[in-house]
């Protein structure tokens, strides 16, 4: 704040900056920097800004800031307070103050701004730091108010569009999954059916061999395993839609079941399963195990040794012929 010299008189009292701000001397008109900013706050009578004068004058804002307070003091310059907004408030206006021929000071000194407190009178806020130009007090300015919503609403677009970017990238892969899985569904389909129809021909061929050679029991045993390919067929065919690759055999797989079965029983002659036990062995279903079961029965080379639960052993020399196990000793 510029040093004040006051001279008393009898009609008036005129006060000057004792500093290069002003010059009572010569007439009130400062010298210095000081100058720069008188001519272009008086070429704006209107009102202008401190980042309009400090750019008309050439010199900073703290400069156009102190030349200022001491115009202010000294009657020489009004300042007009910043209206407030809704995301801050508008810089503060300043305006040149015409002296008076009688006593050559304003004669609206008194609508300057009074500082009751004694401090130095308050300053425009540096517009690109958004912090007093003198005291350094921070003081958000407009400017940075807006920077830092812009900068809000900026990161929120980014983020919506990540968010977006990641749901389309999944539902991509969600559709690259399904067309994968048709595929490997399609491929079992295939597989299933070649397996089907290769085992099916081959018992054909050898029933056909049979019927050539009029042999009934092996006619007979053909004719049931082709019935059991028929059926094998209709379901996989009911189930082609929701059939899943699966990691070790597939029980409905057709292949020759019942020299399997009877390949089990001979292995252990002197133990009972019953369906379930062996086709958890063979990976087979328990009802075509069950069918096999009562082939092997029906053709003498397996005996149901128990109804409830069902129990079968592979026959034996000691078996009789009412179907009935001899007592042996194990």
Same mark, same amino acid.
């Given at each position: 704040? !510029?040093?004040? *010299? ?6 008036? =009292?005129?006060?000057?900056?004792? @500093? ?12 210095? =920097? ?11 009578? @209107? ?9 008309? /004058? ?49 004669? *609206? ?6 500082? @009751? /407190? ?8 540096? !517009? ?6 003198? /005291? ?9 108010? !807006? ?10 677009? $980014? ?17 690259? $999954? ?30 056909? =061999? ?21 059926? /094998? ?16 055999? @597939? ?32 990976? $087979?279903?328990?009802? =075509?195990?069950? *069918? ?20 079968? $052993? ?17």
């Amino acid at each position: 704040m !510029a040093n004040i *010299n006051t001279t008393v008189t009898a009609g008036t =009292a005129t006060t000057a900056p004792a @500093d290069s701000a002003t010059d009572g001397a010569a007439g009130g008109r400062p010298t210095g =920097a000081a100058e720069a900013v008188w001519d272009a706050l008086n070429a704006a009578p @209107d009102g202008v800004t401190v980042a309009a004068l400090a750019e008309a /004058s050439g010199v900073s804002r703290a400069t156009v800031t102190k030349a200022l307070t001491a115009f202010a003091d000294a009657g020489l310059a009004v300042r007009s307070p910043g209206q407030g907004t809704g995301r801050g408030r508008t810089p503060d206006v300043w305006a040149p103050v015409a002296p008076t021929a009688a006593t050559g000071t304003s004669d *609206n000194h008194a609508a300057a701004p009074a500082d @009751d /407190s004694g401090t130095d009178a308050p300053t425009a806020p540096d !517009a690109t730091t958004g912090t007093d130009a003198t /005291s350094g007090t921070g003081v958000i300015s407009p400017d940075t108010l !807006a920077t830092a919503m812009r900068v809000l609403s900026d990161e929120a677009d $980014r983020r919506a569009a990540a968010a977006e970017s990641l749901r389309k990238a999944q539902e991509e892969e969600a559709e690259r $999954r399904a067309r994968v899985d048709a595929e490997l569904r399609k491929v079992e389909q295939r597989e299933t059916a070649r397996v089907i129809l290769t085992d099916l021909l081959g018992t054909v061929t050898t029933t056909l =061999a049979a019927i050539a050679a009029d042999d009934d029991e092996r006619i007979t045993r053909g004719m049931e395993d082709i019935a059991r390919y028929a059926g /094998s067929v209709r379901r996989t065919q009911r189930g082609t839609g929701t059939r899943t690759a699966r990691a070790t055999g @597939d029980r409905s797989a057709p292949s020759p079941l019942r020299p399997l079965v009877a390949g089990h029983l001979s292995t252990y002659p002197d133990k009972e399963f019953t369906p379930g036990e062996i086709a958890k062995v063979l990976d $087979r279903s328990s009802g =075509a195990i069950a *069918n096999a079961l009562d082939t092997l029965v029906g053709c003498g080379e397996a005996v149901l040794t128990c109804e409830r639960p069902r129990r079968f $052993r592979a026959a034996n020399p000691a078996t009789t012929e009412t179907g009935d196990v001899a007592n042996t000793t194990e």
